[in-house]
């Protein structure tokens, strides 16, 4: 049976609400346009940090910008939630990745990367005493929520920190992170973040204004 995660966050935060507490949360963020929907969502039941460990995006000069853009929403959406910067590793992608370069999105190659940035928060979770973490990867319509989440229990039970379940797309989870995207006036990138979804976004256009030429 497929399991219904939106659901099962609801019925989390119906817990939190009915025991009267505020946990802390620490929210592994991709980017500024897929937080700024998770964040609002979330800052009425949690206190928050923001975790910036993204060492897929390529280059280094797209990973500054995303972080400076993650610092400004929050600030400009009224929030004081620290950003948890880290340096720019990019060999620990490459690294984890390696042997599946030429596997396309939404392959093994992406879940390697989302198991390392995942690994990477619950392993700060655990250090620095937080009740829960979770990810915004699941906004996207284009990941795979079922293997988010899968990855997230997993690391739970290797951490002893609680995994927050979620499929933020659902409930015009998606939509609203568009929208609020335009009204704080953010970048949005054409592409998820490795030099390989990269290079296939390049691929996609030309194909694309092949087909228009004939």
Do not use: W
């Not at 009425?44 to 940090?49: A, I, K, R, S, V």
């Not at 976004?201 to 194909?207: A, G, L, Q, T």
Request: charged letters at 30%; a positive charge; one cysteine or more.
């Amino acid at each position: 049976m497929k399991e219904n995660y939106h659901k099962i966050l609801l019925n989390e935060i119906n817990k939190i609400v009915k025991e009267n507490k505020h946990p802390k949360l620490l929210l592994h963020s991709c980017c500024a346009p897929c937080s700024s929907y998770v964040i609002q969502f979330l800052s009425e039941y949690f206190d928050m940090e923001v975790f910036f460990f993204n060492p897929n995006i390529y280059p280094e000069e797209e990973y500054t910008k995303r972080l400076e853009e993650q610092i400004r929403l929050i600030k400009e959406m009224g929030f004081d939630y620290k950003v948890v910067e880290t340096d720019y590793n990019s060999h620990l992608f490459y690294n984890a990745v390696k042997g599946y370069e030429k596997m396309g999105e939404g392959s093994e190659r992406c879940y390697r990367c989302f198991e390392l940035r995942l690994d990477k928060t619950a392993q700060y979770a655990k250090m620095n005493g937080f009740d829960y973490f979770t990810t915004t990867l699941t906004i996207s319509p284009l990941k795979n929520a079922a293997k988010i989440n899968e990855i997230g229990l997993d690391l739970e039970k290797k951490y002893k920190v609680k995994f927050l379940n979620s499929d933020f797309k659902k409930n015009n989870g998606f939509k609203c992170s568009v929208d609020l995207s335009k009204k704080y006036n953010l970048y949005r990138q054409n592409y998820c973040g490795c030099i390989f979804s990269q290079q296939e976004y390049i691929e996609r256009m030309k194909n694309k204004n092949k087909l228009k030429d004939i």
